[in-house]
C-alpha cells in the first residue's frame, strides 16, 4: 500500500502567490519505507511536510495520505516533527508532554501510561519524565518532543529537520530505532534531512529541486 500518493501539487504562499514554492510534483512513497527528502535551502521541503500531514493544502493536485484525502483524518494517521521542538510543546514537564497526544486519542489512563513510558524507553530517556521541559538541552527537547510523536502510534512520522541537534552517538542510536520501527512496526518514516549520516541510512533518497522531486 502507498503511505503517501502525491499528485501533480502546486502551492504557493499568499504572501508571495507569484512564486510557485512546489510546482506539479508528483511523489509516491510506499508504507513501511525509510524515505530522505533533502535539497537546498528553500526548495519546498519544509512546505512539502506541512502538506503530507494536512496542515497546509494543495492549491493544485492531489496529496493521499494511506487513501486518505481528509486533513482532518491525515493529521491523525501522521505526526510531524520539527527542527525547533519549542514551537510544539504544550505541557511544562516531560511525561505531562508526552502524554498530551495520547490524551487526545480519550484513551484510559493505563494505556496513556504505557505509551508514555514505552516512547520515553525507546528513546532512552525515561530518565527525563520528571523534568521540565525549559531545564533540557536542545537535543534533550528534539527527544521528547520525537516520544510525544511515537506515543501516539501514528502509522507515518515525518521529521523536518528534527535530529538536528542530537549529538552523534545519541543521532546514530534514533536512527537505529527509526529503521527497527519500519521493519518490525511497519512505520513509515519520511526524513528531511542535509545530514549525509541520515541520507546513508535511508532506503530511498529523493532530491527536491525549483519545486520538484525525482529519486536519487
Do not use: W
Not at 508571495?16 to 524515505?35: A, H, R
Not at 502538506?51 to 486518505?68: D, H, P, R
Not at 525507546?122 to 527537547?141: A, D, F, H, P
Not at 506515543?151 to 545519541?170: F, G, H, I, N, Q
Request: contains cysteine; neutral net charge; proline residues 2%.
Amino acid at each position: 500500500m502507498k503511505a503517501f500518493e502525491i499528485k501533480n501539487i502546486s502551492y504557493s504562499y499568499p504572501s508571495y502567490p507569484q512564486k510557485k514554492i512546489l510546482d506539479k510534483l508528483s511523489v509516491d512513497i510506499n508504507e513501511g519505507s525509510f524515505v530522505c527528502i533533502t535539497g537546498s535551502v528553500g526548495c519546498g521541503k519544509s512546505t512539502l511536510s506541512l502538506l503530507l500531514n494536512g496542515l497546509l493544502k494543495a492549491q493544485e493536485g492531489t496529496v493521499s495520505v494511506f487513501g486518505c484525502t481528509d486533513e482532518r483524518e491525515m493529521k491523525k494517521l501522521v505526526q510531524l516533527v520539527f527542527q525547533d521542538p519549542d514551537n510544539s510543546f504544550i505541557s511544562e514537564t516531560v511525561e505531562r508532554d508526552v502524554a498530551f497526544g495520547p490524551e487526545n486519542l480519550c484513551l484510559e489512563q493505563k494505556e496513556i501510561r504505557e505509551r508514555v513510558d514505552l516512547a520515553l524507553k525507546t528513546l532512552g530517556i525515561e530518565g527525563l519524565s520528571k523534568r521540565r521541559i525549559t531545564t533540557l538541552s536542545g537535543g534533550q527537547k528534539q527527544l521528547v518532543s520525537l516520544a510525544g510523536a511515537l506515543a501516539v502510534r501514528p502509522k507515518a512520522l515525518v521529521l523536518d529537520e528534527a535530529l538536528s541537534m542530537l549529538d552523534e552517538k545519541t543521532h546514530e542510536r534514533v536512527l537505529s530505532v527509526l529503521n527497527k520501527l519500519c521493519k518490525e512496526e511497519g512505520l513509515t518514516v519520511v526524513l528531511i534531512t542535509h545530514r549525509a549520516s541520515e541520507i546513508k541510512t535511508a532506503g530511498e533518497v529523493y532530491l527536491m529541486k525549483e519545486g520538484k522531486c525525482s529519486k536519487m
